[in-house]
């Protein structure tokens, strides 16, 4: 049920986009055809046509939710994606910019002035700008820290004090706090009285009066209770709590584990300073798996799918350039081996098959090692074991498939030997690539780098070379 409705919600959002760039197309055409046809009053009719198209596609935008509007300026090109913005209601640019990636983000913003980002800065909550702001013009920030009351200001400077991968960064400050002393009649009226709650509230923090947290109140016992239990004899005390420096990733964790909703962050002496909803963890979860693909890919920053040309290539020209110089040494490795390449030809059409072969299973080992690094399940305590268990499945890969290929070889060559280099190669370098895939992100991971970055290209690196050398002096020693 849950994959119908996501598929139906892509469905229709590919639906909008489809509808938008239907009547940018549309416009397009109508106004070129008004242009070539000329006449006295062109300049009116051309004005008025343009007025038209541009009145049908606002309607279409106010029909539309801001994330779908977001979804929708993604895939527009520079110029078609400022012509929607410009039509897009003012009120919703706030949220559009949150939604949105930050790379669009900042062309977003370099097509708003000063008035605009203000205004669409204070329709958010402190939270939020604080989530656009590093992306904001310094003087934005500034003016906009000038306009805020007490309370909302430090808020926005508590929230911006840390770094963007902690707790501190995803928390919100829209709390419900009730006394452990008042009987729950008490907290329903409170409830009452406030009106309007903060979303994703599945329960209530229960303070001291300093303001320290001692338990939590979930709804569900509020509203099941008899009315005249005290809060104290309800609520639970054994509850998760993070710290603002607590890592992001730690707290996404812990969500998915205790399958949370909301958790309390409080300072060092235990006060209650904030929360964490699982909304903001998600989009943790999903700009982190963003960048992780990123990485992999050898992007050194988000990049937005329709930047220019020479942005594009200067974000990726790092890596370009690491795996040019791999790709020299690797060359090298085979201009060693010149002699036996000519007089074996076969050697040449069958080495890139111990490569490839290499590379694909040790990207299925890095894959699983990032990932067991990522949830933390990776220990000083099984990773001895955890290196047995893929080399162990490395030698039964190399066997079964080693064999295979050496058949292939023998039976395409008529060359029994050379089938046997083969099968010998290959599992010789399924072995190095299960230890490359273990120990490269291990190694950056006890270096505090990120596993992700870089981990794919120094594999593809080792795989190749070493799948070179091995084949090649094999065969140079056994068969010539």
């Not at 300049?43 to 801001?66: I, M, T």
């Not at 990636?101 to 203000?118: G, Y």
């Amino acid at each position: 049920m849950t994959d119908s409705l996501e598929n139906q919600s892509q469905d229709n959002l590919e639906a909008h986009l489809v509808q938008v760039q239907s009547l940018l197309a549309r416009m397009r055409l109508v106004e070129d055809l008004v242009h070539k046809q000329g006449g006295p009053r062109q300049a009116l009719v051309e004005n008025l046509v343009h007025k038209q198209n541009l009145a049908e596609l606002q309607r279409k935008l106010e029909a539309l939710h801001p994330a779908d509007i977001a979804y929708i300026l993604e895939a527009l090109p520079l110029n078609e994606r400022r012509l929607v913005w410009d039509l897009v209601d003012p009120e919703h640019n706030g949220e559009i910019l949150l939604e949105v990636s930050d790379s669009v983000r900042e062309s977003l913003i370099e097509a708003m002035n000063k008035a605009e980002l203000l205004a669409a800065a204070e329709s958010l909550d402190t939270d939020e700008i604080a989530d656009i702001a590093a992306d904001l013009p310094h003087d934005v920030i500034t003016e906009l820290l000038t306009t805020l009351d007490a309370q909302k200001r430090a808020h926005l400077q508590s929230a911006l004090a840390y770094p963007e991968d902690t707790v501190g960064a995803l928390m919100d400050f829209e709390m419900v706090t009730i006394r452990a002393d008042v009987t729950l009649e008490v907290a329903l009226r409170y409830l009452r009285r406030l009106g309007e709650l903060p979303d994703q509230l599945d329960k209530l923090f229960v303070v001291d009066h300093d303001d320290a947290i001692i338990g939590v109140l979930p709804l569900k016992r509020l509203l099941t209770t008899d009315p005249e239990v005290s809060v104290a004899a309800v609520m639970v005390e054994d509850f998760v709590k993070f710290q603002p420096e607590d890592a992001a990733d730690e707290a996404s964790q812990a969500f998915e584990r205790y399958d949370l909703v909301m958790a309390p962050v409080v300072d060092a002496a235990g006060r209650l300073i904030g929360r964490v909803t699982v909304d903001a963890v998600v989009d943790h979860i999903r700009e982190s798996a963003d960048s992780d693909m990123l990485s992999m890919a050898g992007l050194q920053e988000e990049e937005d799918l329709f930047s220019s040309v020479w942005h594009a290539a200067k974000n990726r020209w790092m890596w370009l350039a690491l795996n040019l110089c791999t790709a020299f040494i690797a060359s090298r490795v085979i201009g060693t081996f010149e002699g036996s390449i000519e007089k074996l030809a076969a050697l040449a059409a069958l080495m890139p098959i111990i490569a490839g072969i290499g590379g694909n299973s040790g990207n299925q080992t890095i894959t699983l090692i990032i990932r067991g690094l990522a949830l933390g399940h990776i220990t000083t305590a099984n990773a001895r074991r955890l290196v047995l268990k893929e080399i162990s499945v490395a030698l039964l890969n190399g066997l079964v498939w080693g064999s295979v290929v050496g058949v292939f070889a023998w039976l395409l060559y008529d060359y029994p030997a050379l089938g046997g280099v083969m099968a010998l190669a290959m599992l010789l370098n399924l072995l190095v690539a299960a230890l490359a895939g273990i120990f490269i992100p291990m190694a950056l991971e006890r270096m505090n780098r990120d596993p992700a970055i870089g981990s794919s290209v120094l594999l593809t690196f080792i795989t190749d070379s070493m799948g070179f050398f091995i084949f090649l002096g094999l065969a140079t020693i056994l068969l010539l």
